[in-house]
């Protein structure tokens, strides 16, 4: 085995370490502009993607590669610290704008229950999600199905002394529960109205101290109304007035009987259709037809010259002499009797 001397090993750890340092080291002809803050860097050189011995792919992978190498250089320059083993640097405010589409959403509104917290000074705490149950001697979830401390699962209730010993209390208490189910639910939906600020779309009455009388009124009627008869059956008070703004119930037809009303239910269908068409006025149009008519004849006597005008020809009739200048004929010559110039057919083309 050939011996190394002190020099040899000095050296190849020089190269290595040089090695190591030329993978993070990269050199630019024109420095980079960095913006940490938005992990941004910009570079001006222009970039040389024609070689012939590397392809184009290659070359654009390690002008990414030099770049991200230069941005996380930059981000090691920044001071740094450890939280839970983990190695933490906190990036300095961007000094570039970037564009953006919509503007930044507002916060929401806190609720009832945080702004009670934060008058109290209460400190939200993280709990874990198991618990140990007494019952069952395990660890159980706390929410959820199979949970610790399930109380709708006990087949006997212990009656109190205070209440009646003949009430139901499986009812009792799964009506409860109910009751808590809905008022956690109007509780979210009240916040959610709040953030977006619309009113919650409620029906009966509103868990608060007091209510109003329109909500009285409109729980009442709601109540009247949640019957299998829709609140036709149920009874008055001497004074009470009636909803308002019920809208229009829709009636049906029955279903057995005879068939007079269908008869004459489609008959008052087929009036309505002939009701849409437009009506035909006898006397209009018998009018407009006989002007048509009397149109297209003058228009034929005036092709073979009944309307023109000569001197010393005949008219139509094969009359007797003129005492005058008549029209001009077919063959000439004058004008029957008519007197100057006139033939007595021409009153009748004439309209």
């Not at 979210?188 to 509103?206: C, D, E, F, Q, S």
Request: charged share 40%.
């Amino acid at each position: 085995m050939a011996a190394c001397s002190v020099e040899d090993v000095l050296a190849k750890a020089e190269r290595e370490e040089a090695e190591k340092l030329k993978s993070i080291a990269v050199t630019k002809e024109l420095e980079l502009e960095f913006d940490v803050g938005n992990l941004l860097a910009l570079d001006k050189n222009p970039a040389v993607l024609r070689d012939p011995h590397r392809d184009r792919e290659e070359l654009l992978r390690a002008l990414a590669r030099d770049n991200a190498q230069l941005l996380v250089n930059e981000i090691w320059k920044l001071p740094a610290e450890r939280a839970d083993d983990v190695l933490v640097v906190k990036l300095p405010e961007p000094s570039t704008r970037l564009p953006r589409e919509k503007p930044p959403p507002k916060a929401r509104p806190p609720t009832k229950w945080e702004q009670f917290a934060k008058l109290k000074g209460i400190q939200k705490k993280k709990k874990t999600n198991l618990v140990w149950d007494e019952v069952h001697k395990e660890w159980r979830r706390r929410w959820g199905y199979k949970r610790a401390k399930d109380d709708t699962k006990e087949w006997l209730i212990e009656v109190p002394e205070t209440t009646d010993p003949n009430e139901d209390q499986f009812a009792k208490r799964n009506k409860a529960k109910k009751e808590r189910v809905a008022k956690n639910e109007f509780n979210r939906l009240r916040n959610i109205a709040r953030a977006t600020k619309t009113k919650v779309p409620g029906v009966g009455l509103a868990p608060r101290a007091q209510q109003s009388k329109n909500e009285l009124a409109q729980a009442i009627s709601v109540a009247k109304t949640a019957t299998a008869s829709v609140g036709k059956f149920q009874e008055r008070l001497p004074k009470e007035k009636g909803p308002k703004n019920t809208g229009k119930k829709r009636k049906f037809q029955p279903l057995l009987g005879d068939f007079s009303s269908e008869k004459q239910k489609q008959l008052e269908l087929l009036k309505v259709l002939e009701s849409k068409r437009p009506r035909v006025d006898i006397t209009k149009a018998v009018n407009k037809q006989m002007r048509e008519e009397e149109e297209e004849e003058g228009r034929a006597r005036r092709s073979r010259g009944v309307g023109k005008k000569g001197r010393g020809g005949k008219g139509i009739a094969a009359g007797g002499k003129g005492k005058g200048k008549g029209s001009k004929g077919p063959k000439g010559g004058k004008g029957s009797k008519g007197g100057k110039g006139r033939n007595p057919r021409m009153k009748q083309g004439k309209r």
